[in-house]
């Protein structure tokens, strides 16, 4: 599949089927392809956590919708890694990063036919409690994967898109 009709056709998924594993070949091809997203000045700081025992599980759904998915991907950076902008005090690349690194798995995913839903409604802080990280590793997102349900559809603003002319600026 051509990579625009791929991107179009992508929903996010909020009707996972539990009972339906992913293949680990699947979910090893998922996270390849986390490993090799672009990353400032390729420093690689992503840190992904693979949520999939019952009580990993349970602890993620405690802290936002996962929506029954088999395994929620816990996409941190290291902020001793990260690419940090001389020219602006206090900037540093650990959420761009980390949002590259969940779109290239998030797609992946979409061209193995697993559905994903990309999750950010959660508190930074719980999250790291809840699962013990290291004060350098922050939590940035997360990324709820599995397949579909039979009743899974997308949401009717699925299709709703700004024109070109409506999102590009010539300067």
């Known amino acids: 599949m051509e990579f625009l009709e791929l991107a179009k056709k992508r929903y996010s998924e909020r009707s996972f089927d539990k009972s339906r594993p992913i293949e680990e070949e699947k979910l090893s ?3 390849e392809a986390g490993r090799v997203a672009p990353t400032a000045c ?6 992904i956590y693979v949520i999939k025992s019952e009580d990993a599980l ?7 919708h996962t929506y029954n998915a088999p ?3 816990l996409i941190c950076y290291d902020t001793n890694v990260v690419w940090k902008n001389a020219r602006e005090e206090g900037y540093n690349s650990g959420e761009q990063d980390a949002s ?10 979409e061209d193995l036919g697993i559905h994903s839903l990309w ?4 508190n930074s802080k719980l999250v790291a ?5 290291p004060e350098n590793i922050k939590p940035a997102m997360m ?3 599995g397949y579909p349900t039979a009743e899974s559809q997308p949401s009717p603003r699925h299709t709703d898109r700004k024109s070109l002319e409506d999102t590009i600026e010539e300067m």
């Open 58 to 64: 349970w602890k993620a759904a405690k802290l936002t």
């Open 143 to 145: 990324l709820a994967i």
């Open 29 to 31: 091809k998922i996270l």
């Open 129 to 133: 409690e809840a699962f013990e990280l």
């Open 100 to 109: 590259s690194v969940l779109t290239s798995m998030m797609y992946e995913a």
């Open 119 to 122: 999750i950010r409604g959660f």
């Open 42 to 47: 390729n420093f690689q700081p992503q840190k």
């Open 71 to 73: 395994i929620v991907l």
